[in-house]
């Protein structure tokens, strides 16, 4: 009996490492005092997101993984455009488990940089999302907007009718990185635009259990914004995608 292909579920365990290691780690590398990055500001953040999403998505395909969501979202929306819920109960837990792990590998990075932070809402942007303006059915609107728009634009891309032939090998994570700068400086100021469940609970959950020094909350009253707005957005997306014959 041949053993189950695990190079899926690696690569979507490796691949959100990396993006949250790369990801979060600007935010901290901005925010925390005496970083050489401090005060780098919004587009250094937008880009290397833009950036860390490139990198993960490689490292993912590297893996063996032909998918590379590293998005509960858009497993959720390949799912309904596609079939295989079995990727539901595989990708999901892969994709949290890395984004804790790059998370906790950001604390270690930035060790000394919390102790001399004041401000605990600045330590924890290093980890979740929290929005501009506390209004929670704005906030969660924003997060549906932002990730209806990485589900649609992402599957046009690799439509048939985009690319006839398939993308050129090595340009699916570039075409897709350059897609998630672009939304992070267009509709990313209200929420920090999540639009990713893992890039979220798993830094979240983090925040809650290392030992940060001077720490505050961890927001657990917005922590549902992040998750389901994002998994609405990304199933509004796969309904529109299906109804308009975009795959």
Same mark, same amino acid.
């Given at each position: 009996?041949? /053993? ?13 490492? @990396? ?6 780690? $600007? ?7 005496? =970083? ?23 490292? =993912?395909? /590297? ?24 990727? !539901? ?13 790059? &998370? ?54 690799? =439509? ?19 897609? $998630?700068?672009?939304?992070?400086? =267009? ?18 959950? /983090? ?15 917005? /922590? ?10 990304? &199933? !509004?997306?796969?309904?529109? @995608?299906? &109804?308009?014959?975009?795959?």
């Amino acid at each position: 009996m041949l /053993a189950p292909d695990l190079s899926p579920i690696l690569g979507e365990f490796v691949g959100t490492f @990396v993006l949250i290691v790369l990801g979060n780690g $600007v935010v901290a590398g901005t925010l925390l005092n005496r =970083s050489k990055a401090e005060n780098a500001g919004w587009i250094s953040i937008t880009v290397a997101w833009g950036l860390a999403v490139f990198a993960g998505v490689a490292v =993912s395909a /590297a893996l063996g993984d032909a998918d590379g969501h590293l998005n509960p979202a858009f497993t959720l929306a390949s799912v309904l455009m596609t079939g295989n819920p079995m990727r !539901l109960l595989t990708y999901i837990p892969a994709q949290i488990l890395g984004a804790f792990c790059g &998370a906790t590998v950001v604390w270690i990075h930035y060790k000394p940089h919390w102790e001399v932070t004041p401000d605990p809402a600045a330590k924890f942007a290093c980890f979740g999302t929290a929005p501009a303006i506390d209004a929670p059915l704005w906030n969660f609107l924003g997060e549906v907007i932002g990730t209806f728009v990485l589900v649609l634009v992402a599957t046009a891309l690799f =439509s048939r009718r985009v690319a006839p032939a398939g993308v050129a090998a090595g340009l699916g994570p570039v075409l897709v990185g350059a897609l $998630v700068w672009g939304i992070g400086l =267009s509709l990313g100021g209200t929420t920090g635009y999540a639009i990713n469940p893992a890039r979220d609970i798993g830094p979240r959950i /983090a925040h809650s259990l290392l030992p940060i020094a001077g720490k505050g909350s961890s927001g657990w009253r917005y /922590a549902w914004i992040p998750v389901l707005g994002p998994m609405a957005g990304a &199933a !509004l997306a796969a309904l529109v @995608v299906k &109804a308009l014959n975009m795959l």
